[in-house]
């Protein structure tokens, strides 16, 4: 079954505009990872976060994190036309069978307009 | 590039076809894994090997069956797929600590097109 859900679907803004992401799941979990992907081509990791995180930065990237509502938001700060790729989450929500690995919601599509 | 390498990149073949994936990480990780990427839904987890012993998927059919002869090589051999079973295919590696999923490193693909 699907774990993580990203919101929007698909978001359109203009370059140097801030993106913001965000994810929703089900069950509780070990982390929870964001992913990019450009057209075509494998996925990238960007960052991952531990449920006793709340707040992560990289570069220009900020993830935040609430177990309560098990939710997750990106944001990227002053995008740029290279950042136009799909972003993912995925969750690492380990049952007990170890068989469960890593579950990825369908994306949110994000093109930076120039 | 990511380390993880997968040949080939396209791949197109008919139903009564047999016909292999290969992957290749050159990162020292000690799990493996296969991915199917079917346009508008999710990535779907099709087998994880960890420390080159496969976890059970049963959900995956026959017709796809992995082998991992050591921790830096994986395949997936195909054999009478679907029209169905066109999709991208990745491979992914990773460190794993215990039984928590780390960050993964992923393969450009094998974009596969059944015929």
């Known amino acids: 079954s699907q774990q993580g859900e990203e919101d929007p679907q698909a978001l359109s803004i203009q370059e140097g505009e801030n993106a913001t992401m965000n994810c929703s799941y089900k069950?509780?979990?070990?982390?929870l990872q964001w992913y990019r992907q450009n057209s075509g081509r494998g996925l990238v990791h960007l960052i991952l976060?531990?449920?006793?995180?709340r707040e992560k930065h990289s570069g220009r990237l900020r993830v935040t994190l609430d177990t309560s509502k098990k939710s997750s938001s990106l944001l990227i700060t002053a995008s740029r036309a290279a950042d136009t790729a799909s972003y993912f989450c995925?969750?690492?929500?380990?049952?007990?069978?170890?068989?469960?690995?890593?579950?990825f919601g369908k994306g949110t599509h994000l093109i930076i307009q120039p | 590039e990511t380390g993880v390498t997968q040949t080939p990149r396209h791949l197109v073949m008919g139903m009564t076809n047999k016909k292999s994936l290969k992957c290749e990480q050159h990162?020292?990780?000690?799990?493996m894994y296969w991915y199917k990427q079917s346009a508008k839904k999710p990535l779907e987890l099709m087998f994880v090997?960890?420390?080159?012993?496969?976890?059970e998927n049963n959900s995956v059919p026959s017709r796809f069956s992995p082998e991992c002869p050591n921790s830096s090589h994986l395949f997936l051999h195909l054999h009478t797929l679907q029209p169905e079973d066109s999709a991208l295919y990745l491979c992914?590696?990773?460190?794993?600590?215990?039984?928590?999923?780390?960050?993964?490193?992923f393969g450009p693909g094998t974009r596969l097109t059944v015929l």
């Open positions: 990162l020292g990780h000690n799990a």
């Open positions: 995925a969750t690492d929500s380990y049952s007990g069978g170890g068989a469960d690995g890593l579950t």
């Open positions: 992914a590696s990773s460190q794993q600590t215990g039984l928590t999923y780390n960050e993964q490193f």
């Open positions: 976060i531990r449920s006793n995180e």
């Open positions: 069950t509780s979990i070990n982390n």
């Open positions: 090997y960890s420390l080159e012993e496969r976890v």
